[in-house]
């Protein structure tokens, strides 16, 4: 035999070696993240809204999911009597997907103002099909709290929750910090399609969620819902949760 050929078994020998001791030194690849794309829509968005405010909101069904869900944070934080008088108003506007995307115009017209320049990055996500139970025991337990939870408040609450979980429960609620104020907003990702798109947003995470949002103004002791933006529909007095024009007092204090 040549010593050619001798040598070939050792080289062979030898690849080999190399081949496994390469491949036992590669790490193994990171499993996939699957709220990156959630993450990544949410810091788009706030980017979109710092240039160009209202104009980001397109029109997707997920807004209506998104107000339902605002509508339970309602009924979780806001003033029984707005609630008593406003809440027909409400679901009137609810079902109007024109009056869904205006507001949701709004909300982002007042929030591009807040985080123009304020330098939002994406930091935790929850995901909806965890936090929706939670907003759900809130908004029960406040009611039953005033003497609320009657079957026709519970028809409603039922159907909010599910009309919530048909657009949000896939997706994410994105925490976003910010270098400048104001320093967090909190932004809902939803899955639409094969992408994830925004269906909604707000600056201040209440307390049930984890927040600190304070439950009343300071300076009024109002009750500060978790629905964004005003609605004419919810006003019940000069200072909105008030016994009475004239008689300053919370009704939860009378």
Not at 235 to 247: A, D, F, R
Request: aromatic share 6%; hydrophobic share 40%; proline share 5%.
């Amino acid at each position: 035999m040549s010593p050619r050929l001798r040598a070939l078994p050792i080289a062979l020998a030898a690849t080999t070696m190399c081949a496994t001791a390469c491949v036992s030194n590669q790490q193994a690849p990171a499993p996939h993240d699957p709220t990156v794309p959630a993450q990544r829509a949410a810091q788009a968005w706030v980017h979109c809204l710092e240039q160009n405010g209202g104009a980001c909101v397109s029109n997707y069904e997920q807004f209506a999911s998104w107000d339902a869900y605002a509508l339970l944070g309602w009924l979780a934080t806001g003033s029984p009597t707005s609630i008593l008088s406003g809440l027909r108003q409400e679901l009137q506007h609810h079902r109007d997907e024109l009056s869904i995307q205006r507001r949701m115009i709004a909300t982002s017209e007042a929030a591009s103002a807040e985080l123009r320049g304020a330098e939002c990055r994406s930091v935790d996500v929850m995901k909806f099909v965890d936090v929706i139970p939670k907003l759900e025991a809130a908004s029960r337990a406040r009611m039953e709290y005033f003497g609320l939870l009657n079957g026709q408040m519970n028809t409603i609450i039922d159907g909010l929750v599910l009309e919530a979980k048909v657009g949000l429960d896939t997706g994410y609620f994105v925490t976003m910090e910010c270098a400048n104020e104001p320093y967090s907003t909190y932004v809902a990702a939803a899955q639409h399609d094969e992408h994830y798109i925004v269906a909604g947003m707000m600056l201040e995470l209440p307390d049930y969620l984890g927040g600190s949002r304070p439950i009343r103004d300071r300076d009024t002791g109002e009750l500060l819902p978790m629905r964004t933006g005003e609605s004419r529909a919810t006003e019940t007095s000069s200072l909105e949760g008030t016994v009475h024009p004239w008689i300053n007092i919370v009704a939860e204090e009378f």
